[in-house]
């Protein structure tokens, strides 16, 4: 089992050094999903929602959200992303909503959490504009897909 990057020899919780490290091309996919009433999912389909096109709202948190995540998770670094692309899509079985999320960078670290929060925040900002319609929505599960470049090389989710 590898050691947890974030604790020190003390066991105490600490920012990771990542000056000394190459910059590499690191990508990261993650989505997640909202469960929702059938009536609910067809209001957002026809854009019928009362808080407008909440599709667009939603991915432009999203968004924001991975360009913030550094203020919002404590021990990780400001990264200057490259690229941040959002997909909001009807589930496959139509039980909701799914949200896919990237998020790109060149340099010393990756961008799972980026990725994570984009889609966190994302799935947030769905719930917010429809809570007033189906206050039963249901945020999850959300997982990371993919990521490559770094030390650790290309991984994917076994479920994925």
Do not use: F
Request: glycine share 10%; net charge neutral; proline share 7%.
């Amino acid at each position: 089992m590898p050691e947890l990057s974030h604790l020190n020899a003390a066991g105490e919780a600490h920012m990771v050094e990542v000056g000394d490290r190459p910059a590499s091309r690191r990508e990261a996919e993650a989505e997640g999903l909202i469960a929702m009433a059938p009536q609910t999912l067809a209001l957002v389909r026809s854009g019928g929602a009362p808080k407008g096109d909440v599709l667009a709202v939603a991915r432009v948190a999203a968004i924001q959200a991975a360009k913030r995540t550094w203020e919002l998770i404590p021990l990780c670094h400001p990264i200057a992303l490259t690229g941040v692309e959002v997909a909001i899509h009807p589930a496959a079985d139509g039980s909701g909503l799914r949200l896919w999320a990237q998020a790109r960078t060149t340099g010393p670290t990756g961008v799972e959490m980026e990725a994570l929060t984009a889609v966190q925040v994302g799935l947030l900002t769905l719930y917010d504009m429809l809570k007033a319609v189906d206050p039963a929505m249901t945020i999850g599960p959300v997982r990371v897909l993919r990521k490559s470049g770094g030390r650790q090389g290309d991984w994917r989710h076994p479920d994925g």
